[in-house]
């Protein structure tokens, strides 16, 4: 009974490369969501998908970030032309339809670094 | 923006010894989750509270959830080595998302 699986769990990328975050959540879970958590700060909200919709994005920046959650295979979060500041790790979650508000199951995230 | 403010921010403490920690809120929180994350690995959900004044109990861990549902504590009875570890506290806002304090980071001293 796999959790929430996330890779790469490492990324290391060039100024300017794009970089995809993958992230299957556990089985029966049908949301997800994506935290960033910077060193020194608290997990940041960016996005919350369900099935081939993103129901909430009000935490993504506005540029070079695009997530998505197909009926097919894992939600992906992409970042196109990297900078040293979207250095960070990454997690995503998913809960049950409806069961959100009582918490998460995380993944063990990946860990960007622009170099 | 309903900010959870956590305290302390780091505690060093021996093996065996009582610790309690803090998150702390001037907003109302329909319910409140602790997680605890450990070094490389994401957080993991340890107990949600929902009810004020509610105490729930896990092991060696007493959590409460304040009568006004704007603070919460976490009590470590005889803290371990395996309790080391990253505490974060997190409430929901309007919509989908969560709050997340800047935790308290625990190191326990065999």
């Known amino acids: 009974n796999a959790g929430v699986m996330q890779n790469p769990r490492h990324l290391v990328r060039r100024r300017g490369q794009e970089a995809r975050l993958r992230c299957s959540p556990m089985k029966g879970h049908s949301h997800v969501y994506w935290y960033r958590q910077l060193p020194e700060e608290g997990l940041k909200f960016m996005v919350y998908?369900?099935?081939?919709?993103?129901?909430?994005e009000s935490g993504m920046p506005k540029e070079r970030f695009s997530a998505e959650f197909p009926k097919e295979g894992p939600s992906i979060l992409r970042i196109q032309q990297v900078v040293r500041g979207d250095s960070a790790a990454y997690f995503c979650a998913s809960s049950p339809p409806g069961q959100g508000v009582y918490g998460y199951t995380f993944g063990s995230g990946t860990r960007l670094t622009v170099v | 923006t309903q900010l959870l403010e956590q305290s302390p921010q780091f505690l060093s403490i021996q093996e065996g010894e009582n610790l309690t920690v803090y998150c702390n809120s001037s907003s109302v929180f329909s319910s409140l989750q602790w997680y605890r994350q450990e070094p490389g690995e994401g957080p993991v959900l340890l107990v949600t509270?929902?009810?004020?004044?509610e105490v729930k109990k896990l092991k060696r861990l007493t959590f409460q959830f304040g009568d006004a549902r704007k603070d919460s504590s976490l009590h470590i009875t005889a803290a371990q080595p395996g309790d080391t570890g990253l505490y974060l506290c997190?409430?929901?806002?309007?919509?989908?998302?969560?709050?997340f304090g800047t935790g308290t980071s625990l190191t326990v001293i065999p």
């Open positions: 509270v929902v009810t004020g004044g």
């Open positions: 998908l369900q099935k081939e919709n993103i129901i909430d």
């Open positions: 997190a409430g929901p806002t309007t919509g989908n998302q969560f709050y």
